[in-house]
C-alpha cells in the first residue's frame, strides 16, 4: 500500500518563508512525476508546481521565482518565500507512483497541509 503524507504548514506573516515536504511511503517500484496543488477556501484546487526525476522542474506563474520545488527519490520539497496573502491555501502532494512488477502508473493524494499567510 502507499501512502503520500505532507508536513510543514503553519501560520507565517507576509513576506515570510516556509518549507513544505511531502513523503511516498509503502511498496512500490518507483516515483515518477510529483506535484503540488493547493486550495483556498471556496475555489478550485490549482496546480502550483511539477518536478519530475530527473528534477525537471515547471511552475504556475503565480509562484515563479518565489517557490522552488526539490526532490530526493520519494521526498518532495516546497520552498517558499516572500509569502503573500493569496498564498493561504490547504497544500497537497501529488505524486505518480508505479506498481512494483507491473509497471502500471497510479496517482496517489497526501491529506494536504494548511498553510495560512497573513497580512
Known amino acids: 500500500q502507499v501512502q503520500v503524507m505532507e508536513s510543514g504548514g503553519a501560520l507565517v506573516q507576509s513576506g515570510g518563508s516556509l518549507r513544505l515536504s511531502c513523503t511516498v511511503s509503502?511498496?512500490?517500484?518507483?516515483?515518477?512525476?510529483m506535484a503540488w496543488f493547493r486550495q483556498a477556501p471556496g475555489k478550485q484546487r490549482e496546480w502550483v508546481g511539477t518536478?519530475?526525476?530527473?528534477?525537471w522542474t515547471n511552475y504556475a506563474d503565480s509562484v515563479k521565482g518565489r517557490f522552488t520545488i526539490t526532490r530526493y527519490n520519494a521526498k518532495m520539497y516546497l520552498e517558499m518565500n516572500d509569502l503573500k496573502p493569496e498564498d493561504t491555501a490547504e497544500y497537497y502532494c501529488?505524486?505518480?507512483?508505479?506498481?512494483?512488477?507491473?509497471?502500471?502508473?497510479?496517482?496517489?493524494w497526501g491529506q494536504g497541509t494548511q498553510v495560512t499567510v497573513s497580512s
Open positions: 518536478i519530475n526525476r530527473s528534477t
Open positions: 501529488n505524486a505518480n507512483v508505479v506498481v512494483s512488477g507491473t509497471g502500471l502508473e497510479l496517482q496517489y
Open positions: 509503502g511498496t512500490f517500484g518507483r516515483v515518477n512525476d
